[in-house]
């Protein structure tokens, strides 16, 4: 009897007060306030509580959709060092916190406050490199895709550990991403050093899709993704004994997407380097899957597209970067190994375009030789899809947004001194010549 009064007495008394200073205030300086800042992505500050009390219905919302922390790698395919997704008591605390008043509590009740690094999140660079010339953003109208090329003034090569591309003018960039270009490379040939460039659009063959794929970026010596910067976005980091290689010589391109915003601006973005201290064991090799033949039928709700490429050494991946645009539906990578078995390494069942993220595996996954390394993509060209510039056009590979593309970004793991384009590419046949012919031939 006593135990029974003493749970009805504990039962009745009242939950204890979720305020800001105390409870609020630890998650959001776990999970938020690297994007929610002065100067960074988010489009609000979330650091005081005179600044988040007016979005408590709206980070309620988020949290109770799922749409913030942005994070969209479905838990039951793959672990992640990255993650970013509420455990349940943070949801709960920031939930209760909006819909009993969201208090303010007492201030001696925070934990200190979070230093975070000013200007490049990765620690200061031993090099900056910048687009080499400003860019006038216009207030109005739809930006074509624009390049930069810039010369590295590397005259050795250099092993990179942390690399970050940061934009000049962050509220009309889109998204940023960088190549490096070594000498005697053709891509953007007729591009000037520092001046802005305008691709002309180019067509592409229209082949049957057959979803045999091609992994870009391979090729010894060829042109390779270093860096992205998109919102919400990590700097490009290495593992102890790893590096991406800058050969010497080489040129950084940047290609910018700008998204007008009402205000004409000035961008000037730059790209840090950090090297690695001592030689590296081994290299990060960034490469993308892709599949230039899709074609998007007019209304079509959920079409697939597939690309797929036989790996011909042993390696290892450790991270994924799913890129599509505006139709952008899901994407999922998948290995199949060659006793058959079938694993699935990453899957974005709700691909955002305005939040595009790499997702670094928690332990690399090896990958033997013959594994098949496959990628799909499901793109939504209905009229259910709010971000659809126009359901009734048929729709193939290209650069720009209204555009589509299929490219399944993936870092492989190789031994410094490895060509990187050997994981692709099939050995040629061994063309034997019979003993009896060489006996018949002339000269013997």
Not at 38 to 55: F, Q, V, W
Not at 328 to 338: H, S, V
Request: contains cysteine; hydrophobic residues 35%; glycine residues 8%.
């Amino acid at each position: 009897m006593c135990f029974v009064l003493f749970l009805t007495i504990v039962n009745l008394l009242p939950a204890a007060e979720i305020t800001f200073h105390k409870d609020v205030v630890p998650v959001l300086q776990k999970r938020c306030q690297s994007c929610h800042r002065a100067g960074e992505a988010a489009p609000m500050s979330l650091i005081t509580y005179k600044e988040a009390r007016p979005y408590a219905a709206a980070i309620r919302e988020a949290v109770q959709s799922g749409k913030m922390p942005p994070w969209h790698a479905d838990p039951h395919a793959g672990k992640f060092s990255n993650e970013r997704r509420l455990t349940q008591p943070e949801k709960d605390t920031l939930i209760a916190w909006s819909r009993t008043g969201a208090k303010e509590g007492q201030v001696k009740d925070a934990p200190a406050p979070v230093t975070f690094a000013e200007g490049f999140a990765m620690g200061k660079p031993d090099v900056v490199i910048d687009m080499g010339a400003s860019y006038t953003v216009p207030a109005k109208g739809t930006i074509d895709y624009v390049y930069f090329v810039v010369p590295s003034g590397f005259t050795e090569d250099k092993w990179v550990e942390k690399i970050e591309a940061r934009p000049g003018a962050r509220s009309v960039v889109h998204h940023i991403v960088v190549e490096s270009r070594p000498p005697g490379s053709s891509m953007l040939k007729d591009a000037k050093f520092g001046v802005p460039y305008f691709a002309v659009k180019k067509d592409y063959p229209r082949k049957p899709d057959t979803g045999a794929g091609v992994a870009e970026g391979l090729d010894q010596g060829g042109v390779e993704v270093i860096a992205t910067y998109v919102p919400g976005g990590d700097p490009y980091v290495t593992r102890p004994g790893q590096a991406r290689l800058i050969p010497a010589g080489s040129d950084i391109i940047f290609q910018m997407h700008y998204t007008a915003n009402g205000t004409e601006a000035q961008d000037r973005s730059q790209l840090g380097f950090i090297f690695a201290k001592e030689p590296p064991t081994e290299r990060v090799v960034n490469s993308f899957l892709s599949n230039r033949n899709l074609v998007i039928p007019p209304n079509a709700a959920e079409h697939r597209v597939d690309s797929r490429v036989t790996l011909q050494e042993d390696t290892r991946v450790q991270a994924f970067f799913p890129h599509m645009h505006l139709r952008g539906k899901a994407m999922e990578y998948r290995a199949k190994f060659p006793d058959g078995e079938t694993k699935v390494l990453l899957s974005v069942p709700k691909y955002d375009f305005n939040w595009q993220m790499t997702y670094q595996l928690a332990e690399p996954v090896v990958l033997p030789k013959g594994t098949q390394l496959e990628v799909t993509a499901w793109y939504d060209n209905s009229s259910n899809n709010k971000y659809n510039p126009d359901p009734t056009a048929t729709v193939y590979w290209g650069d720009q947004s209204w555009e589509e593309m299929l490219a399944g970004f993936v870092d492989f793991v190789i031994p410094v001194g490895t060509e990187p384009g050997k994981l692709v590419r099939k050995p040629k046949p061994v063309v034997t010549v019979p003993t009896a012919h060489l006996l018949d031939s002339p000269g013997n």
